[in-house]
């Protein structure tokens, strides 16, 4: 008995870490710190804001876009071209995805983070200066192969963070996707053709007047700019443990390894990462990506076809507004996101947990979603109230589900996982977003000259095939489908 007691002490856990590990330097960190991580999230936020605002700030020029390269024939036919210029990022992505993530959890997090913001520096800087539909699609296509890193920043945030701040962290992730999606689009519609806005500040001699949608994408090169500098100071968050320098100081695990016998191979063996295709057998990790990529293919449809559908003629079922017009629901939209991520999203998640948010919000969306066809009936101020409304009821719901998805991801694996099990992640989210835009201008193309049709006329015909995939993630996030990690 006296024995026993003597050996509790020595067999209490007791934390190791090494001098010369930068993920050991952000556990001691994470030991000591108290209270809300400000500077971590404020960190995050701006790394996923700069991958994000070139993927969508396209989105309000675009239609103009495709129509001054005069590569389509027919007015209807901008949203086939619009569709595939749209889709190249994605494309790109979805190739390089899961080498990204391999290379996170081989070398670190913070190389891919930096790679994929100077990518945004370089590829949206050239984009701006396309003078033809196929520099336009080259330009985004080595865009997003080049830009990897939404990946290891999901497990980054993670890593982090504190247990009981994880999910304020992937909430991060998915709100500044979902503001970098909304803000996107205002910084295109107010900056893009300043020659023809703002005539007094820009002649049609100047080089923007000469290229048109430069200055968009020249302020968030130069924002990514501002991020890489600014990421040469962010903490490394993968372990590289020196086992030469390793801590003379008897540990819990070297005890518990004496005692059960455990040999130094085993303790190698456990220590390396696990394999792909061991993922691939994790049935809680790949249903809730496919769940994941269900909703994102919705989310970018819906991305592209809200513009279109608010800068088309009313004689096309659209709303005719204008770039601007546009740039303001949609900055309505990221305020209001903005709010609910950091004051109710947190509280709400614990309170229901993030596959019966999916569930409510994935329900909630479709109601939304059914009434655009009858807000485009509107005119003046009621118009205007009642999208902005339904705008922000929308990208909150779609952010809230992305979330609950990222939070089931980073539960279903280990640490030395998170970087592969997100590259897969972002690989098939890229391949089903990239058809999201393709699929969506064809459709909306298709249901513009479809206005007389009996059943589901025009643009009631999109907006019924947005809320089928919805409906099909909804009922994907039930059992059996649906696994969590025990």
């Known amino acids: 008995m006296a024995e026993e007691q003597q050996r509790e002490p020595l067999l209490k856990k007791k934390k190791v870490y090494y001098a010369d590990c930068s993920g050991c330097r952000v556990e001691q960190h994470k030991e000591s710190s108290r209270g809300l991580p400000i500077r971590e999230l404020l960190s995050i936020w701006t790394v996923v804001l700069c991958t994000v605002l070139p993927i969508s700030s396209l989105f309000p020029f675009l239609y103009f876009m495709i129509r001054d390269f005069h590569i389509a024939k027919r007015e209807e036919d901008i949203g086939y071209y619009a569709g595939y210029l749209g889709s190249a990022f994605m494309f790109g992505r979805a190739l390089t995805s899961v080498a990204w993530g391999v290379v996170a959890d081989r070398y670190g997090r913070k190389p891919v983070i930096m790679m994929g913001t100077i990518s945004v520096v370089i590829f949206n800087t050239l984009f701006g200066l396309s003078v033809n539909f196929w520099m336009a699609v080259s330009t985004r296509f080595l865009l997003g192969s080049l830009n990897g890193l939404l990946g290891p920043i999901k497990a980054y945030a993670v890593e982090i963070f504190r247990e009981e701040h994880q999910a304020l962290g992937l909430s991060t992730v998915s709100t500044a996707w979902g503001i970098g999606l909304i803000i996107g689009p205002a910084l295109g519609g107010f900056l893009a053709q300043p020659a023809v806005k703002y005539p007094n500040t820009f002649s049609e001699e100047s080089l923007f007047g000469r290229f048109p949608y430069l200055l968009p994408c020249l302020f968030i090169s130069i924002y990514a700019m501002i991020v890489t500098i600014a990421c040469c100071w962010l903490p490394e968050s993968l372990h590289t443990h020196n086992e030469a320098n390793k801590p003379t100081e008897d540990s819990y695990d070297a005890l518990e390894s004496a005692t059960c016998g455990s040999t130094a191979k085993e303790k190698e063996q456990e220590s390396e990462p696990t394999s792909t295709g061991n993922l691939f057998k994790n049935w809680p990790l790949m249903s809730s990506i496919i769940v994941y990529c269900v909703f994102s293919l919705h989310d970018m449809a819906y991305t592209e076809i809200f513009s279109l559908w608010a800068v088309s003629p009313r004689i096309f079922g659209g709303l005719s507004y204008s770039t601007d017009d546009v740039g303001i629901v949609l900055a309505i939209s990221g305020f209001g996101l903005l709010i609910f991520q950091f004051t109710l999203y947190p509280s709400v998640e614990r309170f229901?947990?993030?596959?019966?948010?999916?569930?409510?919000?994935?329900?909630?969306?479709?109601?939304?979603?059914?009434?655009?066809?009858?807000?485009?009936?509107?005119?003046?101020?009621?118009?205007?109230?009642?999208?902005?409304?339904?705008?922000?009821?929308?990208?909150?719901?779609?952010?809230?589900?992305?979330?609950?998805?990222?939070?089931?991801?980073?539960?279903?694996?280990?640490?030395?996982?998170?970087g592969t099990a997100n590259g897969i992640s972002m690989t098939a989210m890229s391949l089903f977003k990239a058809l999201g835009p393709a699929g969506g201008g064809t459709i909306f193309s298709w249901a513009q000259k479809r206005q007389d049709a009996a059943f589901f006329p025009g643009n009631q015909m999109v907006f019924l095939i947005l809320n089928v995939v919805e409906g099909i993630g909804v009922l994907m996030t039930f059992k059996p489908f649906l696994a969590q990690p025990v």
């Open 352 to 418: 229901m947990g993030p596959v019966k948010i999916c569930q409510i919000a994935g329900v909630l969306s479709i109601i939304v979603l059914a009434s655009y066809p009858f807000i485009a009936t509107l005119s003046g101020f009621t118009l205007s109230l009642v999208l902005n409304c339904a705008s922000v009821i929308k990208n909150v719901l779609s952010v809230s589900i992305i979330t609950g998805t990222f939070i089931l991801q980073n539960r279903a694996v280990e640490q030395h996982q998170r």
